[in-house]
């Protein structure tokens, strides 16, 4: 293994305890890093390969970090999915830590900033990624799913861990599976005061193919929910390549679903 790590890690304890106002000094270099390698000493399953590479310098407090850093993997795979590189790099400036994150691989390209202000533990983000083409995803293609179309997602959240705000969109402007076509699908989703709310549609064409539902999740409490879902007559193939691949290829036939969750 020709990977390489220098860390040096200064830490001033209260009582033998890391308190929000202890100082800290944390420097990393490491290049050239097998993920697997890392896995293997964390006794972490998950099924990721690939090379780490990381340039980190921090000092501070954990309510005043000052900084930045950088941590590249190149050449990974996770699951089955060939990555063809994933950047995180962030900034300390004593009142916020503001992150950047870049994906890329064959289906496309995502982008995400990310800041977070550790004196009043909140943060604010967003995620983009356009364009991203379901063809080239070989999850999908190893269960025989013949998808075709764009994905393009957009996000924003902000607020605080206990009290999340959201407003998420994904829209595929036209999807293709197998020999019917669904036009217009938007999936969108908002959480406010503890509570989630998710649409689904879609524009039926001159076969009336649609997907539709809608749902009301509280994220407290009981997690009390109400949801609906319902489709036009759909072919059978996709959804048995989901569980069975290997016997979906010459499957044929139709199915509809309508469900109602309360």
């Known amino acids: 293994n020709r990977g390489r790590i220098k860390f040096n890690v200064n830490l001033g304890l209260d009582q033998w305890a890391l308190r929000d106002s202890s100082p800290f000094q944390i420097d990393v270099n490491a290049s050239q890093l097998s993920v697997t390698d890392l896995k293997n000493l964390a006794g972490i399953q998950t099924p990721v390969t690939g090379t780490l590479a990381a340039d980190i310098s921090f000092h501070g407090s954990q309510l005043n970090p000052i900084g930045r850093g950088t941590v590249t993997l190149t050449q990974a795979v996770v699951g089955s999915e060939p990555i063809q590189s994933a950047n995180v790099d962030f900034q300390g400036t004593g009142d916020e830590i503001r992150t950047r994150v870049g994906l890329r691989m064959a289906a496309g390209t995502a982008s995400s900033n990310f800041t977070y202000f550790p004196k009043t533990k ?14 080239q995803f070989r999850t999908l293609r190893e269960r025989n799913l013949n998808l075709v179309g764009t994905l393009n997602v957009n996000a924003k959240s902000s607020g605080t861990f206990d ?89 044929t036939g139709q199915t509809e679903v309508h469900a109602t969750v309360k």
């Open 122 to 135: 909140s943060y604010d983000g967003d995620l983009q990624a356009t364009g991203i083409r379901l063809d």
């Open 163 to 251: 009290d999340p705000r959201l407003e998420f969109t994904a829209q595929i402007p036209r999807l293709q599976i197998q020999n019917q076509t669904i036009d217009s699908i938007s999936l969108g989703a908002n959480i406010a005061d503890h509570v989630a709310t998710v649409s689904l549609d879609s524009k039926p064409q001159a076969l009336n193919t649609f997907v539709r539902g809608h749902g009301r999740v509280r994220l407290d409490g009981d997690y009390e929910t109400e949801a609906a879902f319902d489709t036009s007559p759909i072919s059978l193939q996709p959804l048995i390549a989901l569980y069975l691949p290997a016997q979906s290829a010459g499957l």
